[in-house]
């Protein structure tokens, strides 16, 4: 029997490979052919190396206990980071939006990842997004400033005032990045000059 053949005329295991490719974000199934090709061409410089380097990362990936940023072991490099200011923590949706402000390098303090919005719709509640473990850090860390650098969308303007509710009577300031950051627009896809502007001007909730 002849091994079984797909529409590309590739053997299965590559078809799979193209197909798990084509599911990551901003590649389709053209992008995924070319990308796996490639891969192919330089299979022993750059996709070996690669597959030992996702191995590895997909062994060891996991929440930073402190702060919610991606780690590869219990505290992220942010948490650990003996140089970084305490007395600020920075609350951010999600880590793409934490490793733009760090790439912004306008913040020295300690960020707070909520892993989302508060949403009625699709029933995200604060536990959900860690707000109790934020108001646990203020007492902790003895934060004196919680910076908001939520999207300007609706959900996330909801969910800054919730948390300003809940901070509230802790003593702590709670503050929020200046317009600068679009409507709608995600902190990932600012420029770090933005960010940084963005920053300086925040102002209070
Ligand atoms: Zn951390």
Redesign the pocket.
């Given at each position: 029997m002849p091994p079984s053949r797909s529409h590309d005329g590739a053997p299965r295991e590559i078809e799979a490979l193209i197909e798990a490719m084509a599911r990551l974000p901003g590649l389709g199934p053209r992008s995924a052919r070319r990308a796996v090709l490639h891969l192919i061409a330089k299979r022993r410089t750059l996709m070996a190396p690669m597959a030992e380097t996702m191995a590895r990362v997909a062994d060891t990936a996991q929440a930073?206990?402190?702060?919610?940023?991606i780690?590869t072991s219990d505290?992220?490099?942010?948490?650990?980071d003996e140089g970084r200011a305490t007395g600020q923590i920075c609350v951010v949706e999600d880590v793409a939006d934490l490793w733009a402000m760090e790439r912004g390098q306008a913040f020295d303090g300690?960020?707070h990842?909520l892993g989302g919005t508060l949403s009625a719709l699709d029933d995200i509640g604060p536990e959900d997004l860690h707000i109790p473990r934020l108001v646990d850090r203020i007492a902790a860390e003895r934060v004196t400033e919680v910076i908001l650098a939520l999207n300007a969308t609706v959900d996330g303007q909801t969910t800054a005032h919730y948390i300003a509710e809940a901070l509230e009577g802790t003593g702590v300031a709670v503050t929020s990045l200046a317009q600068g950051v679009p409507i709608g627009g995600e902190l990932d896809y600012l420029d770090d000059g933005t960010i940084s502007a963005a920053l300086k001007a925040r102002k209070a909730l």
């Open positions: 930073c206990m402190t702060c919610g940023n780690s505290l992220c490099p942010v948490c650990t300690r960020y990842v």
